[in-house]
């Protein structure tokens, strides 16, 4: 029973989202839903290096940028018809990951932290100040729409909106396969004891470069996904307060669980939205938030959720034994 409902209530919230575009014609609604599954993407492959691995990286802003920019710039300077230059960002985004993954991840624990907060601050004034390549301050304006497949279009937001929850149930379904895997064990396994793991045979830094990689293929996915949608990108999606603003998403919502990034992502970019009116402020609100949730939920709300679901199960399995224990205790006196 308990695995039925596992299952089901992702595919309830499958079915809500599918519905969503039936029950409602307001634009601006399916327009922030598509932004939070957009930037869900990305929390997703940020959860599986710093969730899973253990390896807290503060870069994901910048990769997330570069699939934008190598999508805009192919499509907007090179005419590069829109899927091949789709695959084209995710491919440059994953292999800038991996030369910067070989360097970064020869450190360890904070000081890997500190060394993807600087590849990633680095990101930002590359696209800043280079301005005969990225438009610097002005940006990118004009980037093109997804592509139509055969006779399927996506030239509106219900369009749009269908497109990226079709990439996100696709990296939901790929990230439950690779932590459920051989692969997201040793990640596991890293993430609780690197040095356990070494001893038991795994190469930890092939380990942790694989799941880096994959974490900036996913960010340079989204990024191309996000240009897109918005068509219009600035250096400000690589600024550190974009990286610290996806980072809440996933303490939110349950670092290291699988759909802590779903959840932290949707609430706080719904809320965000919300609270337009107060953008001055909005720091003074989710900030003691914040710290209350990391003091009272220190895994987030999925992770809170599970944990008081082991509680409970943990308690009828005390109570079960315990009954059966006074059972044969009286049936042994007879």
């Not at 800038?96 to 970064?104: E, F, P, Q, S, W």
């Amino acid at each position: 029973m308990s695995m039925f409902k596992r299952n089901a209530t992702p595919l309830i919230f499958l079915f809500i989202a599918l519905v969503v575009p039936f029950v409602t014609d307001n634009q601006y609604y399916l327009y922030i839903l598509t932004l939070a599954f957009i930037w869900s993407i990305a929390v997703y492959g940020m959860n599986l290096i710093s969730g899973y691995t253990g390896q807290l990286t503060l870069a994901h802003a910048g990769f997330f940028a570069i699939g934008a920019y190598s999508l805009g710039l192919l499509t907007v300077d090179a005419n590069v018809p829109y899927w091949i230059a789709f695959v084209v960002a995710c491919v440059i985004t994953t292999v800038a990951g991996l030369l910067i993954g070989l360097i970064a991840l020869r450190t360890k624990t904070h000081y890997f932290a500190i060394y993807t907060l600087c590849v990633g601050y680095i990101i930002y004034l590359i696209i800043y100040q280079w301005d005969e390549l990225t438009g610097g301050v002005r940006g990118l304006i004009g980037i093109e729409s997804p592509g139509a497949i055969g006779s399927i279009t996506f030239d509106s937001a219900e369009s749009n909106y269908y497109l990226v929850l079709v990439f996100l149930v696709l990296t939901i379904i790929f990230m439950k396969f690779i932590t459920e895997s051989l692969v997201g064990r040793t990640f596991m396994a890293i993430r609780n004891s690197e040095e356990l793991a070494q001893t038991i045979g795994i190469n930890t830094m092939k380990q942790k470069l694989l799941s880096f990689v994959i974490s900036t293929f996913f960010a340079g996915m989204a990024g191309a996904l996000y240009a897109s949608f918005v068509q219009f990108i600035g250096p400000e999606i690589s600024y550190t307060m974009t990286m610290f603003d996806m980072l809440t998403y996933l303490i939110v919502g349950g670092i290291g669980t699988m759909y802590g990034p779903l959840v932290g992502t949707f609430i706080i970019v719904t809320l965000t939205q919300s609270l337009q009116f107060m953008e001055e402020y909005r720091m003074l609100i989710f900030g003691p938030v914040l710290v209350l949730l990391v003091i009272f939920y220190p895994r987030g709300i999925v992770g809170g959720i599970q944990m008081w679901r082991a509680k409970r199960q943990h308690k009828k399995r005390q109570k079960i034994t315990k009954q059966s224990s006074d059972t044969s205790t009286y049936g042994g006196g007879d």
